[in-house]
């Protein structure tokens, strides 16, 4: 087919969502893939009215060993290859690491670091064979600062996929495969609701210190395709960003410590 096809993780809300109505607009067929199967039917619906593109829908877990390759094949036995890929499903795991499953941070650590890595892995030859590819990940301001108590493996995650991004962009500046890191702050989106800090982020953030998702995938995009390999949207996370550079990590952890509590409950 003429149109290329752009893969979206975590595309039933939120940043993923929003990424897939970017990619739809930019004349991309998309895969949608999520837990949620009602949600995707209904934005792979909404995508082919309002862009009249094709929408594909693969239901999976991402946390299920076999998923990435499920999901391949799903998109292969359409006749389709993976021209973009958006590695955005990702949650938070509340609680001391020591009072948590190991199981669930084993799962943790599947959707977080395993799969996106395993999904670059086996769509990148392809796009360095066709001289053509867009990889973002979804990371996390999280991965750029010292990281807070509590949702121990988020922001080792985060930083992992940062540096990941960092070299996979670095190993195809002469292919034509675009590699980008995006590194939001606090986004508006189900995040926070489904790991239970909404409330207490709502008391505790002014206003300015949160995006939508929408920007926050349009920032992404243009990155990607300007090929940045790290993107941080809006100015008080770019600042954010820049004083942990230039800050000791020893001041910063004394003072994450001490205000710690009013954004995460161990």
Known sequence: ???????????????????????????????????????????????????????LTVTADLAETGAADAVLEAIAANGRVVDALVNNAG??????????????????????????????????????????????????????????????????????????SQSLHLENLETGVHVTALCPGFTYSEFHDVNGTRERLNRSLPAWMWLGADEVAAAGYEAAEANRPVAVPGAPNKAIALAAKLIPDEWILALIASQGQRFRQL
């Open 1 to 55: 087919m003429a149109r290329r096809l752009a893969l979206i993780t975590g595309a039933s809300a939120g940043i993923g969502a929003a990424f897939a109505r970017i990619y739809a607009g930019q004349g991309y067929d998309v895969a949608l893939t999520a837990r949620r199967a009602d949600r995707l039917a209904a934005l792979a619906s909404e995508i082919t009215l309002r862009f009249g593109v094709e929408a």
């Open 91 to 164: 949650y938070g795991l509340p609680g001391a690491y020591a009072a948590t499953r190991w199981a669930d941070q084993q799962a943790f650590l599947q959707v977080m670091v395993t799969a996106p890595a395993e999904l670059a892995h086996k769509v990148l030859p392809g796009m360095v064979e066709r001289r053509f590819g867009r990889i973002v990940n979804v990371a996390s301001l999280a991965g750029l600062t010292p990281p807070a108590a509590g949702h121990t493996l988020y922001a080792a995650s985060k930083a992992m996929m940062i540096r990941f």
